[in-house]
């Protein structure tokens, strides 16, 4: 009786454990990889599923949601050798969880590393400005790169975004002496270009006030040419004008030494009785 009922319940706890281990129940968003006996057997969805206990076993469990891969930073040397640092984030979702368990030992590592290699290989051909302001194009061709690879490994790439692309600190500092150096060598131009129009306007101005000395001196000349031919022509003779031109200036020139503040002593010349004469023409008796 007690053998009896010992075996009873022995045979009752091997078929519960049996049943449990015949039942699977997959969450949402998780698909399971079921073998049997070493070999793949079959895929498990989201549910209730039933295995063979002792030959099935769950190999692999997979998600099928969208996975966020985040890609190391690394150094990168451009076409122009410069070494600048670049990180990435990717987006891929499995599409088929045979090839993606039994295709590559793992799948995750394997795309980051392939996004790692071909962006050393994108950056690689091109030269630190453009690598710089080109960020889309990179993530454009990354992704378009990896693309075909994560299909046969039955991943689906959803998106490949580069989270930041920046020069490395030693290309940092020779990037700001550059920069400090153009601003000096455009300094040094801006002023050498403001004296050389200094010059130039003080050039044209000098010019032009010779030109306008020369206007002056012959409109003078034209204006005292012009008196001489008025004076002639009411006095009648050659001589007496030009003295009567000159006793004039004579006279005004004296009329302005008196009128200066600075001159306490006027010398008046000895012979201004005999120019006043001559201005006068009573030179001749």
């Known amino acids: 009786m007690g053998a009896g009922f010992v075996f009873v319940v022995a045979l009752l706890v091997f078929a519960v454990v049996t049943l449990l281990k015949g039942v699977r129940i997959v969450p949402q968003g998780e698909e399971w990889i079921v073998e049997r006996l070493g070999k793949y057997h079959g895929t498990l969805h989201p549910g209730l599923n039933i295995i063979i206990p002792y030959l099935d076993r769950t190999a692999y469990k997979l998600v099928t949601k969208d996975i966020i891969l985040d890609v190391q930073e690394q150094e990168v040397i451009t076409k122009d050798n410069a070494v600048i640092l670049t990180n990435a984030i990717a987006f891929i979702k499995v599409t088929d969880p045979i090839k993606a368990v039994y295709g590559v030992t793992d799948f995750a590592e394997a795309i980051r590393n392939m996004i790692m290699t071909t962006l050393r290989s994108i950056i690689g051909e091109m030269n630190l400005d453009e690598a710089l302001s080109n960020r889309d194009k990179i993530k454009a061709r990354l992704r378009e790169s ?4 994560a299909i046969d490994w039955g991943l689906t790439v ?6 930041d692309i920046k020069p490395s600190e030693s290309m940092q500092k020779a990037m700001e002496a550059q920069a400090s150096a153009e601003r000096e060598r455009k300094a040094t131009v801006t002023k ?3 004296t050389k129009q200094s010059a130039i306007l003080q050039a044209e101005a000098r010019l032009e006030a010779a030109k306008r000395d020369a206007e002056a001196q012959v409109t003078l000349a034209e204006a005292s040419a012009e008196a001489i031919r008025r004076v002639t022509a009411a006095i009648g003779t050659a001589e007496t004008p030009m003295r009567y031109m000159l006793g004039e200036k004579y006279i005004a020139a004296m009329g302005k030494l008196a009128e200066s503040q600075n001159a306490k002593t006027i010398v008046i010349p000895a012979d201004i009785q005999e120019t006043l004469r001559g201005v006068l023409g009573r030179d001749r008796a």
């Open 158 to 163: 959803k998106s490949v975004e580069i989270q």
């Open 146 to 149: 990896i693309a075909d690879e």
């Open 192 to 194: 050498a270009e403001g």
